[in-house]
């Protein structure tokens, strides 16, 4: 008998013990938020010039190397070398947009003035149409637009 009550007493009881607490959704987006890192993305922009298969930082550098040269090679030009008077660095903000189309958000520089720096942006702008094709950034496995800020170092001889 006292085998029977104790088997009927832990059935009755036991229950609580395999229920599953259920989470709440909104309980569930604050830790993905918590944890989610907005300021970093999965994978760079990349130029289809770039190799596939490439690893986050090898992606990175491509991506950098080849806005570099394309900043240069504009910068060299003959219309702007004779802007170019003093040492001084250009920053440089890139828009990426979710489609792959390269824009310039903010360009400045302290020595230049508005009239050599809304130059030398225009002519930026319109070598972006020379860039080879290109992907977006990716975080989470969907296409994201992404800012790049790219310092440039001007060094007049």
Not at 69 to 75: E, G, M, Q, R
Not at 90 to 105: C, M, R
């Amino acid at each position: 008998m006292r085998l029977v009550l104790i088997l009927l007493f832990s059935i009755c009881f036991s229950c609580t013990f395999f229920q599953q607490k259920k989470l709440d959704s909104n309980t569930i987006l604050d830790n993905e938020l918590q944890t989610f890192q907005w300021d970093q993305v999965d994978q760079y922009p990349t130029f289809e010039t770039c190799q596939e298969g490439f690893d986050f930082e090898q992606n990175k550098s491509c991506f950098e190397s080849t806005i570099s040269a394309y900043v240069t090679k504009v910068l060299n030009s003959e219309s702007i070398t004779p802007m170019l008077t003093q040492n001084d660095t250009l920053k440089i903000k890139f828009l990426v947009s979710k489609t792959g189309v390269v824009s310039i958000t903010i360009l400045d520089s302290q020595n230049y003035s508005d009239a050599v720096t809304t130059s030398i942006g225009e002519a930026l702008r319109e070598s972006l149409e020379e860039l080879p094709l290109l992907f977006p950034a990716i975080k989470r496995s969907q296409q994201v637009q992404s800012e790049f800020q790219l310092p440039i170092i001007l060094k007049v001889n």
